[in-house]
């Protein structure tokens, strides 16, 4: 069992920036690739991020690229989404997730492919 822990949320301006930290722990937490995702009021849950647990591969989604930057700490076991530019459409409900690779080179972006979920942190961005 893998337990995910999400904080860092908040309230910021637009343009402004937010830095989120999520941390696994447990046996096979240090094997595990990772992502965000977000759920915004009313809207599906939506990939944002991950990163394998090699630190090697990142993939953003097109609405995170060139704002958000996704990173990890394989030694104690966190990740990071540093947020910038944020702009009101950003507000949700941020979900850190991980799933167990063998590989080390795994980036998952779909949410069904993840076994372990974060409680969620939330981010509003004020216009």
């Known amino acids: 069992q893998v337990q995910v822990v999400e904080s860092g949320g908040g309230l910021v301006q637009a343009g402004g920036s937010l830095r989120l930290s999520c941390r696994a722990s447990?046996?096979?937490?240090?094997?595990?690739?990772m992502g965000w995702f977000r759920q915004a009021p009313g809207k599906e849950r939506e990939f944002v991020a991950a990163i394998s647990w090699s630190t090697r591969f990142r993939n953003y989604s097109e609405s995170s690229k060139g704002r958000f930057t996704i990173s990890r700490v394989n030694a104690l076991n966190t990740v990071v989404l540093q947020m910038d530019s944020l702009n009101p459409e950003d507000t949700a409900v941020y979900y850190c997730a991980a799933v167990w690779d063998r590989s080390g080179s795994g980036v998952y972006t779909r949410s069904s492919q993840y076994t372990y979920w974060g409680q969620g942190t939330p981010v509003t961005v004020s216009s």
């Open positions: 447990g046996r096979t937490a240090s094997s595990c690739a």
